[in-house]
């Protein structure tokens, strides 16, 4: 029997969908074809453009400029349902189809529909649920939530087989909706490791960071004694992250005593809320917090959090039951987190064991306080203790992962 072809669908840009590409490479290890459809805004990682076949599909045009929000909707599912129908098509036939959920309009329908065409396995992973996200801006009772609830419903149903991202996704999978799921935890891709004195230096300079290390006349690096603390956060500038809370936190590190150093906060990514919040922050006149937002390459991105003393998470899940990847890859480079406390957080950042939880902006303050007093002359005494167990985390890599949870159902014949 010759090799499967998998198609992995991602109704989004697919150089932002970390975990699918990560299924995407692991398929290719073990033998498979890939073909990779979706959105092509960011370059992929380079192995998937070297080894996969990506397959864009054509973004929708811009009809909320133009019509009511109700209509522009319905226009947008027309395009979006001929669009990727067509490019899933036109491709080669696949074997499998791995969809990832959210969106689940009009994903769903479509990678079923193709399936049942041409006897495929349909896989959905569940990274969310597509109404949860909804209902943060229209409300639970809107109709197009509930609308979007049955839906995922439906057609969530119809998969032979099911992946999901945590235990509590999995079991309200099941408890909700008689959804059988296998849960496969996030890894932090390969790109995510520690790294020398000399690529920090590297990378700080670049930035424009240049407090932090020195080069010496025998081309050592070493850091500087009086230098400032470096506090990053990834965001995507969304509702489901009050960005806010990182903001006042910071306003009460500024206003605290000289026991605790001056700090650079280093915010990437990009999304809907970054210009609103870019304009808070030119805004503020601060002594001791130093706030950038820069542009990053993809590469620049994992050094970036391997330079940072502590990292900040802000996602608050719209269901409860999701994981955010940013604190995994923080963990991927050896780096303690802070991070928003939610429903099933402690499946991955455990309070005082492996990392610090909040849930306002006292709390965070204090934890950033505490972690930078005395800096950088002295260490908090915690992290040695994070490391030790972020090292653990650390131990077991995607693939492995993958291999023990995923390749099961990738393999398995029956649907």
């Known amino acids: 029997m010759g090799k499967k072809n998998v198609c992995v669908v991602v109704l989004g840009d697919i150089g932002r969908s970390p975990r699918m590409q990560y299924h995407a490479q692991s398929l290719i290890r073990q033998g498979f074809n890939v073909d990779i459809v979706g959105y092509t805004d960011s370059p992929v990682l380079d192995d998937l453009k070297e080894n996969a076949t990506i397959i864009s599909v054509q973004k929708p045009f811009p009809f909320d400029e133009y019509v009511p929000r109700l209509i522009a909707f319905l226009f947008k599912v027309v395009w979006q349902t001929l ?19 959210p969106p689940a309009i009009p994903t769903l329908a479509v990678c ?28 639970s009772n809107a109709p197009l939530v509930k609308l979007s609830l049955f839906y995922e419903h439906f057609f969530g149903r119809l998969a032979d087989s099911n992946l999901c991202v945590t235990k509590a996704m999995k079991e309200d999978l099941y408890e909700k909706w008689n959804i059988e799921a296998t849960t496969l935890y996030d890894r932090p891709g390969p790109q995510f490791k520690t790294i020398t004195l000399t690529e920090k230096h590297y990378l700080l300079e670049k930035m424009k960071l240049n407090d932090f290390t020195e080069l010496l006349e025998s081309g050592e690096v070493r850091l500087k004694s009086n ?34 150093p001056k700090l650079v906060c280093v915010i990437t990514g990009r999304g809907p809320l970054k210009y609103h919040y870019q304009l808070m922050i030119s805004k503020l006149k601060w002594n001791k917090v130093l706030i950038i937002t820069p542009w990053l390459e993809n590469n620049d991105y994992p050094i970036l959090l391997a330079c940072a003393d502590l990292g900040v998470c802000l996602h608050a899940s719209s269901s409860g039951l999701d994981l955010p990847m940013k604190v995994i890859d923080m963990y991927g480079v050896g780096l303690p987190v802070c991070a928003y406390d939610f429903k099933c957080l402690n499946e991955l950042v455990r309070h005082n064991e492996n990392g610090l939880v909040f849930s ?21 005494e915690q992290r040695t203790r994070f490391c030790k167990e972020i090292d653990n985390f650390r131990a077991v890599d995607w693939h492995t992962n993958w291999m023990n949870n995923a390749y099961p159902i990738f393999s398995n014949d029956n649907k």
């Open 360 to 380: 306002n902006e006292n709390q965070l303050a204090m934890h950033i306080m505490t972690w930078f007093k005395n800096f950088p002359l002295q260490t908090c």
């Open 112 to 139: 079923w529909f193709y399936c049942l065409l041409v006897n495929a396995k349909f896989i959905i992973d569940w990274h969310n649920y597509a109404y949860s996200i909804l209902a943060l801006t229209l409300g």
């Open 227 to 260: 230098r400032p603390s470096l506090l990053v956060s990834s965001t995507s500038w969304t509702p489901d992250e009050d960005f806010s809370i990182l903001l006042k936190a910071l306003q009460k590190y500024d206003e605290s005593d000289d026991i605790y």
């Open 83 to 101: 669009t990727l129908f067509w490019a899933i098509l036109v491709k080669r036939k696949s074997d499998i189809v791995l969809v990832q959920n």
